[in-house]
Nanobody
Framework: QLQLVESGGGLVQPGGSLRLSCAAS????????VVWFRQAPGKEREGVSC????????VYLESVEGRFTISRDSAKNTVYLQMNSLKREDTAIYYC????????????????????WGQGTQVTVSS
């Protein structure tokens, strides 16, 4: 059974950076598409970024494109989300999700596409 654990969240000032990690245990992540969703209090979850099983396809929410970068490290069985130029609007709990796939694709439009989830890591952007 795939298990995911997020880490790297914390308190940062506007304009600062954080690097989130999604570490997997159990099977290898090499055959899984991976996504980051986030949820602020009182708001619905929104997809932030995803990466296909090979890393060949990445997708970003328009509001984070150019600031965030998703990547994966097969040797560490981990997916990362590098977050630069952080804004107060980025404050949320960030969740990592994964789904086994046979093709090199991913999407951020539907939570239900992913059937494995971590418990989240808090990101707070404040001065």
């Amino acid at each position: 059974q795939l298990q995911l654990v997020e880490s790297g969240g914390g308190l940062v000032q506007p304009g600062g950076s954080l690097r989130l990690s999604c570490a997997a245990s159990g099977p290898t992540l090499d055959y899984y598409a991976v996504v980051w969703f986030r949820q602020a209090p009182g708001k619905e979850r929104e997809g932030v970024s995803c990466i296909s099983r090979s890393g060949g396809r990445t997708v970003y929410l328009e509001s984070v494109e150019g600031r965030f970068t998703i990547s994966r490290d097969s040797a560490k069985n981990t997916v990362y989300l590098q977050m630069n130029s952080l804004k107060r609007e980025d404050t949320a709990i960030y969740y990592c999700g994964a789904v086994y796939r046979f093709t090199d694709r991913c999407e951020i439009g539907r939570e239900g596409s992913y059937d494995n989830w971590g418990q989240g890591t808090q990101v707070t952007v404040s001065s």
